[in-house]
């Protein structure tokens, strides 16, 4: 059964810091590419970043760029998100999700590229 994870949400106030992790379970996660979705109250579900198998090709939204960093380590079946200098607006729920890639160096960028989704962490920033 494969599992994702989410942790590390939480509230923070604008201008600070969090990391989330989104640790992955019955799949062979280095064959994986990973993505952190994102969807505030009243709006859609989002890409925020994405990432290929290897981690050697990355998408950032623009909103983001500079301030977020998504990382793997594939040794211990995990996903980052590192988030600085958050603002208001980066208020969410975030959800990682996994890709089945058959080794193609791509991310994705589109929900339904995604074979497994988290339950989703709960980021509020304060201002």
């Known amino acids: 059964q494969v599992q994702l994870v989410e942790s590390g949400g939480g509230l923070v106030q604008a201008g600070g810091s969090l990391r989330l992790s989104c640790a992955a379970s019955g799949l062979t996660f280095s064959i994986y590419a990973m993505g952190w979705f994102r969807q505030a109250p009243g709006k859609e579900r989002d890409l925020v970043v994405a990432?290929?198998?290897?981690?050697?090709?990355?998408y950032y939204k623009d909103s983001v760029k500079g301030r977020f960093t998504i990382s793997r380590d594939n040794a211990k079946n995990t996903v980052y998100l590192q988030m600085n200098s958050l603002k208001p607006e980066d208020t969410a729920v975030y959800y990682c999700?996994?890709?089945?890639?058959?080794?193609?160096?791509?991310?994705?960028?589109?929900?339904?590229?995604?074979?497994?989704w988290g339950q989703g962490t709960q980021v509020t920033v304060s201002s």
């Open positions: 999700a996994a890709a089945r890639t058959l080794l193609s160096a791509r991310y994705y960028t589109l929900e339904s590229e995604y074979d497994y």
């Open positions: 990432s290929s198998w290897s981690g050697g090709s990355t």
